[in-house]
């Protein structure tokens, strides 16, 4: 619509673009955009009035919009411009500094001091027109009036203005750009300027406390701490804070006698990051025991704005241990007798024993894992059923733990189990591999109605018992060595008696022998040379095969006859001791215990 003539640009060049002018402390002017600045805000609607065109909003569509009046071949036009600014992310915030930030694109005349000027208007429901301008209210400033002609970058102090617009609670701000007072219809101080933008720096009071915490424990109503020392935690966060700036912050902790509000106590914390969890640790001598407190704390920025106080936490401070707890049990009582039995439980009363503030009991038996239980009432009692594992002598230890957490000393309730776990009687323990076995369960309790049993680990078994109380079973184990059977009764009111186990050992290792090469007889032996015959002879029936090994050397394997028995030779190539192994081997698989021995080859002659 206009443009700068290169007459004038010569002269705007000509006076300098690094001399920087303030008007009146109200106005910036630099080459350079501001580094304070942490937010640009952008108008929400940029547009501008024509008095030749009076009822037509115009919006700015490339950046820029005239102001003051202007010819073309239309004829004569005056101009404003009309910029809105959202203010609602700012609500209750700090404007720490707002700065306009425009520019000239182009001056009409630079021989013509600027008469730039900014005015807030109500802010209107559509872009307004000449004819149907919004109501000004006040002027914010004048814009740089002696920065050079011309100048691309200009900055302009709005933070007292929007402070104001935020602090009455507006949603929005609207600002009038336009050419001061008779000079607005004077075409030589007309010129076209760069939407208004602004740079702005705003803090938001830190949020409230997050919850709060002591010794590590969220406060609850009427807490109980075991020290009068405690420490004291919460976790504080501040809208300000983002990727992009780490908003820092101090936790002001204060508590004060929860009956004597005046004798407060604040202590600060040091800076730390905005969302971790700050902590005080309440030195020695300011906490008494049995004394009721009450704290709270708020956060605190580096602009000076604090959060609201957190809600109160109440907690009573008591050190003091509570006495040894009773312990009393008629199924298990602490006398010089013997009483239940593995399995079978019985009730264990634990008793205050005078503290009035136990709430709850801690409990085990000899290399169990601690239980609780918690009182009837403060200072009652519990009651609990716990069965014993084994039988002898057991103790059960029980300690008492208050409100706060103190927990006293142990009291060991000491009581005999009864064994209950059936006898067992062999009826044939020379039995071999393969054998079978008579077994015969007796009982150790009155009135046993059933016995459950297991060889090795094969499946459990159930036996009825006689009117005697016993029962007998037959087994035929075909495990090489070591064997078990394990056997527990039951009772007719389904009470389970301890486990009884017999072990007996299946030999099953063949024997070998030779005559030219006696074994395990030291320095005794054919010469070396001589062959020698080894005869293997079972260990358990049905051996159809031996494997050996001789001198370490790979496994042979040498069939059985009918008897089970087998022989091979070997002719031992030097004079030394040599080592044999062999075991025996079923057609089923099942394989015997393995025989070593050694025999010697002599020196030649």
Not at 62 to 84: E, I, L, M
Not at 106 to 113: A, I, L, N
Not at 142 to 147: H, Q, W
Not at 525 to 538: D, L, M, S, W
Request: hydrophobic share 35%; proline share 8%.
């Amino acid at each position: 619509m206009f443009d700068l003539s290169r007459s004038t640009w010569r002269r705007f060049l000509g006076g300098g673009l690094a001399t920087l002018l303030a008007a009146g402390g109200a106005l910036l002017a630099t080459g350079q955009p501001a580094t304070a600045a942490l937010t640009y805000v952008a108008p929400t609607s940029a547009s501008f009035t024509d008095s030749a065109r009076p009822t037509t909003a115009f919006p700015v569509t490339d950046g820029t919009a005239p102001v003051g009046t202007w010819q073309d071949a239309d004829g004569k036009h005056t101009s404003r411009a009309y910029f809105t600014f959202d203010l609602t992310p700012y609500r209750h915030k700090q404007v720490i500094k707002a700065v306009g930030m425009t520019g000239e694109t182009s001056v009409s005349d630079c021989d013509k001091p600027r008469a730039l000027e900014l005015w807030r208007t109500d802010t209107p429901a559509t872009m307004p027109t000449w004819q149907d301008a919004p109501t000004v209210r006040e002027k914010v400033g004048d814009v740089a009036p002696t920065a050079p002609c011309g100048i691309d970058y200009l900055e302009m102090l709005l933070t007292p203005a929007l402070q104001q617009a935020v602090d009455a609670g507006w949603d929005s701000v609207t600002y009038l750009a336009r050419i001061g007072g008779d000079l607005e219809e004077n075409k030589h101080h007309a010129r076209r300027i760069k939407t208004l933008g602004i740079s702005l720096e705003a803090n938001g009071a830190p949020n409230a406390p997050g919850a709060s915490s002591i010794l590590g424990m969220p406060c609850t109503t009427d807490m109980f701490v075991p020290e009068a020392t405690p420490y004291l935690t919460t976790v504080l966060t501040d809208p300000d804070h983002d990727s992009a700036h780490a908003e820092r912050l101090t936790a002001t902790f204060a508590w004060w006698p929860a009956d004597r509000p005046a004798d407060r106590t604040e202590r600060t914390t040091s800076w730390q990051s905005s969302g971790l969890s700050f902590r005080y640790d309440v030195p020695e001598g300011l906490l008494a025991d049995g004394e009721t407190y009450v704290f709270v704390v708020r956060a605190t920025d580096p602009n000076g704005a604090v959060s609201i106080w957190s809600p109160e936490c109440r907690f009573t401070v008591d050190t003091t241990s509570p006495v040894t707890p009773t312990v009393s049990s008629t199924d298990y009582p602490d006398e010089n007798d013997w009483y239940g039995g593995p399995g079978i439980p019985g009730e264990f009363t634990f008793g205050a024993n005078g503290s009035t503030d136990t709430v709850r009991y801690r409990y085990s038996l000899p290399s169990g894992a601690f239980a609780e239980v918690a009182a009837d009432e403060p200072g009652g009692s519990a009651t609990v059923s716990i069965a014993p594992l084994r039988d002898g002598p057991q103790y059960l230890s029980v300690q008492a733990l208050d409100r706060a957490g103190n927990i006293s000393a142990v009291t060991n309730h000491y009581f005999r189990v009864r064994t209950t776990s059936p006898t067992i009687v062999d009826g044939n323990p020379t039995a071999g591999f393969g054998e079978a076995r008579t077994l015969t369960f007796q009982p150790r309790m009155e009135n046993v109605v059933e016995y459950t049993y297991r060889l090795n680990d094969g499946p459990e078994q159930t036996v009825a018992a006689g009117t005697d109380g016993t029962a007998t079973v037959t087994i035929t184990p075909t495990k090489p060595g070591w064997n078990d059977v394990d056997v527990r009764s039951r009772t007719v009111d389904n009470l389970p008696s301890g486990e009884a186990n017999h072990r007996f050992y299946l030999a099953t290792k063949p024997t070998v022998s030779s005559v030219e090469y006696p074994l395990n007889t030291p320095l005794t032996g054919a010469p070396a040379g001589t062959p020698g015959t080894f005869v293997f002879q079972p260990g358990m029936p049905g051996v159809t095969e031996y494997v050996y090994s001789i001198a370490f050397g790979p496994a042979q394997t040498v069939a059985a006859g009918p008897d089970g028995s087998a022989s091979m030779s070997y002719t031992p190539p030097t004079s030394k001791i040599y080592r044999i192994t062999v075991y025996g081997r079923t057609a089923d698989g099942i394989v015997s215990e393995t025989f070593t021995g050694t025999f010697y080859a002599g020196k030649a002659s």
